[in-house]
């Protein structure tokens, strides 16, 4: 090799190494990465729910990726729709639920409406898994309104579910409270458990109401007011 061909081997790979300093550096931004390879391969963006990024800005047009932006990824649902298993076995959890948010709902349910779900160990324990996350806070593992927001003094005591005012709640009740909320303090739960998890929730609590036995023995009957 003439020492002019290596001359300008140098030279040319010291212009090659100016040019990918400077590219790399990313002019005079110092916030700049500088050029980087793929970057998405490991710096992943962040996907918000319900939002169209739109194409590549890489390879489209910025003003085609922002108009696509501005348009929802997935269509809300219908007003009215309501979860459904195609399981025959849970075709009633499919139907809407019949008792409005009123007095007379929350009586109605009492009266008529009973638990699909079999009182059975299995679906007790399933109940408490559920109870444990949504409920436990306020009502206390065992149900004695003992919960950690009630003994940090940030939330009025719920009643005991073996005491007086709830032993006897009809499960009905149990489970149109659960659905709709109580009072004020108690929302509703409609929006984070489906029908299956409600009356789940509802076995527990009876199993609670119970004393923690899967049946109770007979209640007595309460005279009529008046009388």
């Not at 500088?34 to 970057?39: A, D, L, Q, T």
């Not at 009643?159 to 659905?179: R, V, W």
């Not at 209640?219 to 007011?225: F, M, N």
Request: overall charge neutral; charged content about 20%; hydrophobic content about 35%.
């Amino acid at each position: 090799m003439s020492k002019r061909t290596h001359s300008h081997g140098i030279a040319l790979g010291s212009m090659l190494a100016t040019v990918m300093l400077l590219a790399s550096c990313g002019g005079g931004d110092k916030n700049s990465p500088g050029v980087e390879y793929m970057p998405d391969m490991y710096r992943g963006p962040a996907v918000e729910a319900y939002v169209d990024y739109g194409q590549d800005p890489y390879t489209r047009s910025e003003e085609l990726a922002v108009s696509q932006r501005e348009r929802p990824s997935a269509r809300q649902p219908v007003a009215g729709t309501i979860p459904f298993s195609s399981d025959p076995a849970k075709a009633g959890f499919n139907m809407p639920y019949p008792y409005p948010n009123t007095v007379e709902g929350y009586e109605a349910a009492g009266v008529s409406l009973k638990d699909p779900i079999a009182m059975t160990e299995a679906n007790v324990e399933k109940g408490k898994v559920i109870f444990m996350k949504f409920c436990q806070a306020c009502h206390g593992e065992q149900g004695m309104g003992d919960g950690p927001v009630v003994n940090n003094g940030n939330y009025p005591a719920p009643p005991a579910y073996d005491g007086a005012q709830l032993k006897d709640l009809p499960e009905g009740k149990i489970f149109h409270s659960i659905t709709y909320g109580k009072n004020i303090a108690m929302g509703a739960h409609a929006s984070q458990l489906n029908k299956e998890e409600r009356w789940l929730v509802t076995r527990y609590v009876q199993f609670l109401q119970n004393g923690g036995k899967m049946e109770r023995g007979p209640v007595a009957a309460v005279a009529p007011a008046g009388n």
